[in-house]
């Protein structure tokens, strides 16, 4: 079976590629390479000894989507490729409408014409919004996100779930990914953030390698175990896992939460970070970040019962392999 994996140089993309390759799937991988590099060919390479055949297209050029499909027997698409970064959304929200939407209407208009029918799109628990229960379920009523970023990924929900509607031919799977940290066992691939990182583990790793003199903690305030915002934390390894899980059981729309089930505070990561690695993270209260939420953790009841899904990957195991990715890689 041959699966084109958008985004597959990205930092989920590349650890999928290898789950994919690792169960013997041939993979064909599309990135336009705006946030990463074409070393992580090579990486995967290394890791699986297998090559994989690359095409750095930008999927919001229709006509480079055609070739692509003209070229390759495609049965099923991962869809990564779309931009991330929450702040900078707000600040470019016409970029962030244009890449992550148009790619993806691109990508369903050309495998409809090529009577390719599958496919597993990246959503984000973003879409949730704020809840006041937990874990949170995939029947919870969405709220609209706060930030462009994750409007898009609200509105492709919607688009493939009217696609859907209009043609039940299609098989399509929306995954909510909480939130990934962690990286491959080898060190050789992981994330690699642009400029400042935004998110909390890729933070935690430049203050531990000396690149940050220390972490700013979002708040103490909130009603959680000690104040800071809880997060449901997720092994890369173990979401790479999910595409599996969700791939082999491809059938209909079907919509899952890639989560643990745990919530971990801030404090708590910092606690096992240092734990973990032996290492000292320096940190101060700073106030809350505009648009956070306090907590945040998913019901992976349905990914299980469905599509055979479980983490196997622990809170130590996410810090050991964050900071060992970190030191081989992140260099100062
Ligand atoms: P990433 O930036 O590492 O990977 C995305 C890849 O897509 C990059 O390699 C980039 O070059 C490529 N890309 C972007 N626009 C493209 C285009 N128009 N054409 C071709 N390639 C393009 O991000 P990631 O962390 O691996 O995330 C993968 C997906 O998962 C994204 O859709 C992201 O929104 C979603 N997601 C990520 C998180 C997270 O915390 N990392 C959480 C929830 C959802
Ligand atoms: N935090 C800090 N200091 C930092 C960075 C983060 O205290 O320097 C705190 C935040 O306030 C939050 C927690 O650490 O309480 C996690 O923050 P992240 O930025 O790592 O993650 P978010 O939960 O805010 O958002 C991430 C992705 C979104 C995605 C969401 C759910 O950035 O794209 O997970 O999947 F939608």
């Known amino acids: 079976m041959a699966v084109l994996i958008t985004g597959g140089t990205g930092y989920i993309g590349s650890h999928t590629v290898v789950e994919m390759l690792n169960n013997d799937y041939e993979v064909i991988i599309v990135d336009n390479l705006s946030n990463s ?4 060919l090579d990486k995967i390479y290394k890791i699986t000894g297998k090559k994989v055949k690359f095409y750095q297209y930008d999927l919001c050029d229709e006509t480079l989507v055609d070739k692509l499909f003209n070229e390759n027997k495609i049965d099923a698409v991962i869809h990564f490729a779309g931009l991330k970064a929450v702040g900078e959304s707000t600040m470019k929200p016409i970029e962030y409408y244009y890449n992550n939407i148009l790619s993806t ?16 799109f990246s959503s984000s628990a973003t879409v949730y919004g704020k809840q006041d229960k ?3 379920e995939e029947g ?22 009217d696609l859907y509607k209009s043609d039940s031919s299609w098989d399509i799977t929306l995954l909510r990914y909480f939130n990934p940290i ?14 400042i990182p935004n998110n909390l583990m890729p933070y935690i790793n430049q203050v531990a390698t000396g690149k940050r003199e220390k972490l700013f903690v979002f708040g103490n305030d909130y009603d959680t175990v000690d104040g800071t915002g809880v997060r449901d934390y997720i092994h890369v390894c173990d979401l790479a896992y999910g595409h599996l899980c969700a791939l082999k059981h491809l059938k209909g729309l079907n919509i899952y939460n890639l989560g643990t089930g745990n919530g971990y505070s801030v404090l708590e990561i910092v606690k096992a970070y240092e734990r973990v690695n032996n290492v000292k993270i320096k940190y101060e209260i700073a106030p809350r970040r505009e648009g956070d939420i306090d907590t ?9 019962d ?6 196997t990957r622990d809170l130590d195991e996410m810090c050991r392999s964050s900071y060992n990715f970190e030191k081989k890689n992140n260099k100062l």
Do not use: Q, R, W
């Not at 590099?37 to 992580?40: L, S």
């Not at 919870?140 to 779930?161: D, Q, R, V």
């Not at 469905?306 to 983490?311: D, H, T």
């Open 37 to 40: 590099k074409i070393d992580v």
């Open 105 to 120: 209407l691109n990508l369903i208009k050309v495998m409809k014409k090529n009577d390719v029918k599958k496919i597993i």
């Open 296 to 304: 945040c953790y998913a019901s992976p009841k349905k990914a299980e």
């Open 182 to 195: 962690g990286a491959h066992e080898s060190g050789l691939i992981g994330e690699v953030p642009n400029g």
């Open 134 to 136: 937990f874990p949170i």
């Open 140 to 161: 919870f009523k969405l709220n609209e996100p706060t930030n462009p970023y994750g409007k898009t990924k609200l509105y492709i929900e919607n688009i493939l779930k």
């Open 306 to 311: 469905e599509i055979g899904f479980k983490c």
